[in-house]
């Protein structure tokens, strides 16, 4: 079975640093791979996906994730933090084979960004 | 083009009473989800449907039922509401396929006293 497992259920950034979430997942085939963004009060939104070709994913507003197989981790970056970026994301992952989309979401990280 | 719309975006129930979650894409979408979100814990899928006329359980079924009525909608029941069962609802669609992206609904937020 998958699982995902995200490091630190709570990062604190100030505006204008690094942004740095970390992923590992656990498949027993290769996996595909999402981080989703949720703003307060809000559904989810995708920020980019790993399914397959390229291991440099750049997604929505500057961020960006490296799928590792060696390391079985998907980390999120931003280069640079901005106020706006305030939300809780969540590594997902579905087993590749699967006919449906039955996801695996970590527990998700709360980011604050201060000024 | 409203995406995923779900229905109604608050609830409070006493334990016992029975209530459906409305979810509904205008996307031409084949397959459409059920998720609670609980504190600490993600998203944990309740159901799900994969094509009109199918339905399958997911990884926290109990306490509930859903129906596919037709492409675009997707019901989700609580026949008889438990406290445990206080939680966000979130409704996704998409296409299909496993890494096909979702479309998640702005949630129904429930409370069950």
């Known amino acids: 079975a998958q699982s995902v497992t995200q490091l630190g259920s709570h990062v604190s950034v100030s505006e204008g640093a690094l942004v740095l979430l970390r992923c590992n997942y656990s498949?027993?085939?290769?996996?595909?791979l999402f981080w989703y963004v949720q703003y307060p009060n809000q559904g989810l939104q995708l920020l980019l996906k790993?399914?397959?070709?390229?291991?440099l994913v750049k997604g929505i507003n500057g961020f960006e994730a490296e799928f590792k197989k060696s390391e079985t981790s998907f980390h999120l970056t931003k280069p640079s933090a901005h106020m706006s970026d305030a939300a809780e994301y969540f590594c997902?992952?579905?087993?590749?084979?699967?006919?449906?989309?039955?996801?695996?979401f970590g527990q998700g990280t709360i980011l604050t960004v201060h000024p | 083009n409203a995406g995923v719309t779900q229905t109604p975006k608050f609830q409070v129930l006493k334990t016992g009473q029975s209530m459906t979650l409305q979810c509904a894409q205008d996307?031409?979408?084949?397959?459409m989800y059920w998720y609670r979100q609980d504190p600490g814990m993600g998203l944990r899928l309740i159901y799900y449907?994969?094509?009109?006329?199918?339905?399958d359980k997911g990884e926290v079924p109990n306490g509930y039922n859903v129906s596919r009525l037709n492409k675009r909608e997707f019901s989700l029941r609580l026949e008889s509401a438990a406290p445990s069962q206080t939680s966000v609802y979130f409704c996704?669609?998409?296409?299909?396929?496993?890494?096909?992206?979702?479309?998640f609904g702005p949630g129904t937020r429930l409370t069950v006293l």
């Open positions: 790993y399914t397959t070709g390229a291991t």
């Open positions: 996704a669609s998409n296409v299909a396929g496993a890494g096909d992206t979702q479309y």
């Open positions: 997902v992952t579905n087993a590749g084979g699967t006919s449906y989309g039955k996801l695996t």
């Open positions: 498949s027993s085939v290769p996996p595909y």
């Open positions: 449907s994969a094509s009109e006329g199918t339905t």
């Open positions: 996307m031409n979408h084949n397959s």
